[in-house]
């Protein structure tokens, strides 16, 4: 138990243009959600929390009009990347947590964004 | 505020041989910590974890770690490694009660035949 895929695995997209990836829990329900950003052989920084219903809290740095994030429902959050710029190419990883499963993440498999 | 130091960014070793891993975290509260493994091009899978209970937690494949609470370590080890162990390897911390996750910047385990 306790799945979260991301789609997609990996995107290519123009500089200019916006791309979204969609994180979901397929077998329980994510309170909340987070968004982590990873760069070559770099750690993963937090981007941004997301709890179901409500806005989502940035960290510092990150501009919240660029990096759009949506938790819609209890199983789906979406980040999307407005007016892609080539330094937004990364490795994103979203994990979600359960409520009734305590204070554990589970990490989707990741996306692969590179604006060219 | 929280931190997690990970000294070592890479770790050759032979195969078979033992490793540690080192990972020190600095937090004036309770924590809760995990050691993830990815390996290329994928995303993290929980290799252990320690939450409460027994200092020493171990892995279905040979990992395991213990938590020094005096010395603030989480150090991951496994007595002998396999060409297949070869990954990165993140430590991470979480004070109880907030849920946020603070990585360490990850070390490069190169198993070597």
């Known amino acids: 138990g306790a799945v979260v895929s991301q789609h997609p695995s990996r995107v290519i997209c123009k500089s200019g243009t916006s791309v979204k990836i969609e994180c979901r829990s397929l077998?329980?329900?994510?309170?909340?959600m987070f968004w982590y950003r990873q760069f070559p052989k770099q750690s993963l920084m937090l981007m941004a929390t997301?709890?179901?219903?409500?806005?989502?809290?940035?960290e510092q740095g990150v501009e919240k009009d660029k990096f759009l994030i949506n938790h819609a429902s209890l199983t789906l959050s979406t980040l999307t990347v407005t007016s892609a710029h080539p330094e937004d190419s990364s490795f994103y990883i979203c994990s979600a947590r359960d409520l009734l499963r305590g204070s554990e993440q589970y990490f989707g498999p990741g996306t692969r964004l590179t604006v060219t | 505020a929280q931190s997690v130091t990970q000294l070592d960014s890479q770790v050759p070793v032979f195969e078979e041989a033992p490793v540690e891993l080192r990972c020190n975290y600095s937090?004036?509260?309770?924590?809760?910590l995990f050691w993830y493994v990815q390996y290329p091009n994928q995303g993290l899978q929980l290799l252990l974890k320690y939450l409460s209970g027994s200092t020493l937690v171990k892995s279905i494949n040979g990992f395991e770690a213990e938590f020094n609470k005096s010395q603030t370590s989480f150090h991951l080890r496994k007595p002998s490694v396999h060409i297949s162990d070869t990954a990165e390897y993140f430590c991470?911390?979480?004070?109880?009660?907030?849920?946020?996750?603070?990585f360490g910047t990850g070390t490069r385990l190169k198993v070597l035949a």
């Open positions: 991470a911390v979480s004070e109880t009660g907030t849920y946020k996750y603070i």
């Open positions: 077998d329980f329900q994510a309170t909340t």
């Open positions: 937090s004036s509260v309770s924590v809760y």
């Open positions: 997301s709890n179901e219903g409500s806005k989502a809290t940035y």
